[in-house]
């Protein structure tokens, strides 16, 4: 049986498009109310981590869940990725992302870890796709790029720029979960131009 980590937060309610602004509130631009909520994913089969994350304004960025979804080594490996697929599910149905960025990974020195990391990579975008959300991939250094501002820079200092954006009391533990909010902090930065470019493509 899966475990999965412990949630740091919860969802806070936002009011849909048609609800009117109370009595008083004063306008504001609709790029400051935009929100969006995303899963980010750093697949693996004995550790797989996970962070939703709450994207609100140009710099306003919320923990909602950090967390590590783990799989019994001693099982078989239909098992495992079976356990996964339940455990994502749920993080879907209980979360609703409207986005799940997923670590795009080209490159492994050990064939069996980068097996394992495919397969659970697979088993993340397709449930991902299956629950209606976007999917969206980056590589590392992509991530290191739009998180700490270099795409060389080294794990401690992209944890630290995660702990800092999300106003974290400590880095995120495992790295499992730390990737997980570097990825989802990463679409945030990326997606105002990925609608942009989008746009212009209609």
Known sequence: MCVVGAHIAHRADIGGPDDPPPPGA????????????VLGIDPGLTRCGYAVVDGRGPNGATAVAIGVIRTPAGDGLPQRLASLRRELAQLFAEHCPDTVAVEHVFFQVNVRTAMSVGQASGLALAEAAAAGCDVVQYTPNQVKDAVAGWGGAPKEQVQRMVQARLRLAAPPRPADAADACALALCHLAMAPMRARVAAVAR
Do not use: K
Not at 27 to 35: P, Q
């Open 26 to 37: 004063p306008r504001v631009s609709c790029e400051l109310v935009f929100a969006t909520r």
